[in-house]
């Protein structure tokens, strides 16, 4: 069932075009990687669909119905609107709040009623998922290291229980150790009729964790080149998006 | 051949025509060539007096020269209007507001020094004039100061306060200062009300002092002219004021470094919080002047100084103008003046005005009254060119932002037909048409190939390859032309052809590669 | 101990302190100096004036008095809301968000000032007391135990305030969205992510503060009249509870209000009522200059 259907997509900040007319279906279900250098668009394809860039148009379907569309300015306007449907992203920056402490940033994440409700019980799962937060639940975020922002912000991202869920690059500035522990932990989350992207830089984290490739280059999206990759030598797999040709 | 031309014309749409730019309304004055570098200079000084550019036309093939800067001439008539108005119409009641408009217009022009130029966000300018004032007053009283004297005494007033309020200033975020400097009004107006030794008569006003309009002649019409001469002079030197401290060193290096990048202008060696204090100070030693001026104009010193109300009346007169700009400040206080005294018959809807005046200045303007015109340009600008971004298809090769500044608009044409005429030549490029060249450079080609060829022969010298014989019918080499005169080419690789024909290929394989790079 | 001067100070950090603490909290959680809070406190002053003409008939009982005091309180959170439409809404987004937002006030108090002057004229309209009905329930002019006599509108103020502070501050606490109004502040970008929409919580921060405003009026008009430029003082000793506390310090501003009231207690005393503002602000000016963050910087390093 296509869960998340993007059609001429374009998107940008103020004179810059960043995106040019994307096309691409997200089936429920289904873990999908988003590969390509930086500057090219990755992270404005994300922030499109959740309504954070400074301009889009072209048309934005989930589950039908529209939740993008033409729009000229203001940016993050539509954003909570989009998120209550159903939508979470845990950008790059982490955008977490460095005044609450680990357990208010994870309650932040249960916006509605009934996850505020649960919030405990989904926190325990999260906790699960990241067993090193376990310890740190009433520290002040600001104290943390990188790794663990990083997890709390996946988690806030998790606990309003999503149905799309948009990871912008995870290993950005971890440790290799870190960032593969996160990545597996990424892998473990149980996404039901779901679906999760995953913008990566480096190939070798996501490589046979995500069911889809798609490649990025120059604002265009290249579909399916998990293929591509394997052609020639799939022991030497290429670890940068730079080494493919796109 | 030619029967085939019965069908119908084909009737193409123009393509719509998108707005670029805008008009900007020139006043051009034709000029001769002789008069091309004569200006007219202030004496001893290198600033001209209007300020005038002049260059070429390519339409009208001449020299041509503008007003590049016509506010020096808007402010010309402001002041002479000013001056006159009042003078000519000589009723009493127009004479006080325009007296009261020029010391109102003084205290903001320093306020926006304080404001907009050193960037420190204090309440407590009328606070400044104020005690000034009463300094003023008190000494005329008790000490029987001549009126000359109320100037100097009334700026180290203004100084010393103004040294009291810097010192917080520098440990205190912005918002903290502004609320305490609201608090130095309130402190000088109990003093003031409870303090015996001021003298204060009713409601805490020094009243009775000296002033420079002679007692007998104060309530004529010759009196008040003089006053209002008086004040216009008071006008001129604080706008002198405003010009000198802002628009000279002081005032460009606090622009330069803007307060978020306060550190990094301190590390290229500009004192940053050193000029700030120098520009707060000469503020306050100018809204010292104001005062005593105040003092010898009313010849007494009222509370109003320390009170809320006025210094509202004062705030909204700059937010209605906009802060940052000279005639912000002066055109803000006229209008709300004006509203102020000439319709205090109409009571509190007046000041309802002002406040729903202020009110939609501060929702809808960026920069005031005076900052209109530029937000307006600038939100077109915006609107236009994301609207261009999402619409366009074609990379262009020039931004339409640009054109309006080529000034030679066939320039704009050349390289449009240029980009249409490489695509449709890329088009023609093919295995074959590369085999028929290497088979025979020169000699007869075929109708593309010669396009090709023709195409590439009208290019432009710079850069052009050309081959190069190191020993005739031997040994040749390709090379790039520079274009300049006395620059030799450059070589471009070590390769030597030994026929000519193969150097000719080398030459147009290199061109096609180029063309296709574009 | 001066019992009278004691309970006088609580009694007006109670009631100031409402006003402090709505204005610490709507700069903690929005970013906006609200400067209007006088005119919300005017308006809620109105708003009960109003009800005690037309909707009850003198000598007041006790639901009477609920009737004034819940109109006084409901006018206080629609003008709370209204200066959030005027001043809030329209601004947020757009660059140089403090002073605009903050010029917005002054002009809105400027003009409402004018309109209550057009409106219900420039003379002072008293408030009848609101605790007179419990004075009468249980037939003893003031609370009395031991050497202490309070009257019962002093009672009745700091009990009123400090259990209304009590739950909004629980709230703001523990509450979803009390968690997403102090998110909000810290993260916009983050907020927005987590389905916090800045406008509608914006909103509500300036309601709950323009209902404690309108407590306020109601408590303080017993003592006071009503009139055009009621809010001003009120706002000044609000302004200077919210400097002392440390702007967006909400424990800061709950200490500081007990000191302000304090201060305005003996001022009145020793000095009289004229030097009570005047003595606010050497106060704050004293520990500002020792203290640039005020009590609440104070409280974060010890807390550190």
């Keep these: 069932m296509t869960l998340l259907e993007i059609k001429g997509l374009s998107a940008g900040y103020g004179p810059l075009r960043v995106l040019h007319d994307l096309d691409m279906t997200l089936e429920s279900g289904e873990r999908v990687g988003l590969v390509g250098l930086n500057g090219h668009g990755k992270s404005t394809l994300l922030q499109a669909i959740v309504g954070l860039t400074g301009w889009q148009s072209g048309s934005i379907l989930l589950d039908g119905n529209e939740i993008g569309g033409r729009r000229m300015h203001g940016a993050g306007r539509t954003t909570p609107k989009i998120v209550r449907k159903g939508v979470a992203l845990a950008p790059q920056g982490d955008a977490i709040f460095p005044g609450l402490t680990v357990r208010q940033n994870l309650d932040s994440g249960a916006f509605s009623a009934r996850a505020w409700r649960e919030r405990r019980k989904r926190r325990e799962g999260i906790l699960e998922i990241f067993p090193p937060l376990a310890k740190l639940l009433d520290q002040s975020v600001g104290t943390l290291s990188g790794g663990e922002r990083r997890m709390v912000s996946l988690g806030r991202a998790f606990m309003g229980d999503p149905r799309i869920f948009l990871v912008d690059e995870p290993s950005l500035g971890l440790a290799p150790i870190i960032s593969r522990a996160v990545i597996e932990a990424l892998g473990k989350i149980d996404i039901g009729d779901g679906a999760m992207i995953i913008a990566e830089q480096d190939l070798g984290l996501i490589h046979g964790r995500v069911d889809r490739m798609l490649g990025m280059h120059a604002g265009e999206l290249k579909q399916d080149i998990g293929d591509a990759l394997m052609v020639g030598h799939p022991e030497q797999a290429p670890t940068l998006a730079s080494e493919i040709e796109l | ?518 | 101990m001066d019992w009278f001067v004691v309970t006088s100070a609580l009694s007006l950090a109670a009631m100031y302190g409402l006003l402090g603490i709505g204005i610490s909290l709507t700069w903690s959680s929005i970013g906006m100096l609200n400067l209007a809070h006088g005119f919300t406190f005017a308006a809620a002053g109105y708003g009960a004036w109003w009800a005690s003409k037309n909707l009850v008939k003198a000598p007041t009982s006790g639901t009477d008095a609920l009737i004034v005091g819940g109109a006084g309180i409901l006018i206080g959170v629609i003008g709370g809301l209204c200066v959030g439409l005027i001043a809030f809404l329209p601004l947020h987004d757009r660059p140089n968000f403090p002073i605009r937002s903050l010029i917005a006030t002054l002009a809105i108090s400027l003009a409402g000032t004018q309109v209550f002057l057009l409106w219900f004229g420039p003379l002072n309209k008293p408030l009848p007391k609101v605790f007179s009905p419990v004075a009468r329930a249980l037939d003893r002019p003031k609370l009395e135990f031991g050497p202490i006599s309070i009257t019962w509108d002093r009672v009745g103020a700091i009990v009123c305030a400090t259990l209304l502070c009590v739950i909004v501050l629980t709230w703001v606490r523990l509450s979803r969205r009390g968690i997403q109004m102090r998110a909000m502040m810290q993260n916009p970008e983050g907020a927005a992510l987590v389905g916090v929409s800045v406008r509608s919580t914006g909103m509500l921060v300036m309601g709950i503060c323009g209902g404690m405003a309108g407590l306020s009026a109601v408590l303080l008009s017993s003592t006071f009249f009503v009139s055009p430029s009621a809010g001003t003082q009120p706002l000044a000793k609000g302004l200077v509870i919210a400097l002392l506390g440390g702007l967006g310090s909400v424990p800061g501003a709950v200490i500081a209000s007990v000191l302000v009231g304090f201060t305005e207690a003996l001022t009145a005393k020793y000095f009289g009522t004229g030097y009570t503002l005047f003595a606010q602000y050497v106060l704050v000016f004293g520990v500002l200059i020792v203290r640039p963050r005020g009590i609440g910087g104070l409280l974060a390093q010890v807390r550190e």
């Excluded at chain 2, 001026?293 to 009346?313: I, N, V, W």
């Excluded at chain 2, 004062?314 to 937010?319: E, G, P, R, T």
């Excluded at chain 2, 022969?457 to 040749?476: H, M």
């Design chain 2, 1 to 518: 051949m030619s029967t085939e031309a019965s069908k119908e014309p084909v009737v193409r749409e123009a393509p719509r025509q998108q707005l670029v730019g805008r008009r900007r309304l020139l006043l051009r004055i034709p000029v001769h060539a002789d008069r091309t570098f004569r200006r007219r200079r202030w004496p001893w000084s290198k600033t001209s007096v209007v300020s005038v550019s002049g260059r070429f036309n390519p339409k009208t093939l001449g020299r041509e020269r503008f007003v590049s800067h016509k506010a020096p001439l808007w402010w010309l008539v402001f002041l002479v209007l000013t001056l006159a108005i009042p003078l000519i119409a000589g009723t009493d009641k127009i004479l006080t507001i325009a007296s009261t408009f020029t010391i109102y217009a003084s205290i903001n022009l320093m306020w926006m020094l304080i404001m907009g130029t050193a960037g420190i966000f204090s309440l407590a300018s009328l606070a400044v004039t104020g005690v000034a004032a009463y300094t003023a007053c008190w000494m005329t009283i008790n000490w029987s100061l001549p009126w000359p004297l109320m100037f100097p005494v009334g700026a180290v007033a203004g100084l010393l306060v103004g040294v009291i309020i810097a010192i917080p200033a520098r440990r205190m975020d912005g918002m903290y200062y502004a609320l305490l400097t609201l608090g130095v009004s309130e402190i000088c107006r109990a003093y003031a009300l409870q303090a015996r030794w001021i003298g204060a008569q009713s409601q805490g006003s020094l009243s009775g002092g000296g002033g420079f309009i002679p007692d007998d002649i104060r309530f004529t019409a010759t009196g008040q002219r003089i006053g209002y001469i008086a004040g216009f002079l008071l006008l001129l030197a604080a706008l002198a004021t405003y010009r000198l401290v802002n628009g000279q060193r002081l005032g460009l290096l606090l622009r330069a470094s803007q307060k978020e990048d306060e550190a990094v202008s301190e590390s290229m060696g500009i004192d940053f919080q050193r000029a700030r204090l120098a520009v707060f100070l000469i503020s306050s030693a100018a809204l010292g002047v104001i005062g005593a001026f105040y003092a010898g104009y009313f010849r007494a010193a009222s509370l109003s100084l320390f009170g809320t109300d006025l210094l509202l009346l004062l705030f909204a007169m700059i937010v209605i103008g906009g802060i940052g700009r000279a005639e912000g400040a002066v055109v803000g206080t006229l209008v709300v003046t004006v509203i102020d005294r000439y319709f205090i018959d109409t009571g509190a809807k007046r000041i309802l005005l002002v406040a729903i005046l202020m009110l939609i200045s501060v929702l809808f303007t960026r920069g005031g009254a005076f900052g209109l015109k530029d937000q307006w340009q600038e939100l077109r600008a915006k609107r236009r060119s994301s609207r261009r971004a999402a619409r366009s298809t074609r990379r262009g090769q020039v931004l339409p932002e640009e054109a309006p500044d080529i000034h030679d608009k066939s320039l704009i044409y050349q390289r449009r037909y240029d980009h249409a005429q490489r695509e449709h030549l890329k088009a023609l490029i093919n295995d074959d048409l590369m085999e028929e060249h290497r088979r025979s450079p020169t000699g007869l080609h075929s109708e593309n190939l010669e396009r090709v060829m023709l195409y590439f022969r009208k290019n432009d010298l710079a850069g052009k390859y050309c081959v190069y014989a190191i020993e005739p019918f031997k040994r040749y080499r390709i090379v790039a032309l520079s274009g300049l005169p006395g620059v030799p080419p450059r070589t471009i690789d070590d390769r030597v052809y030994t026929t000519i024909d193969d150097a000719y290929h080398a030459v147009f394989l290199r061109r096609v590669n180029d063309l296709r790079s574009r």
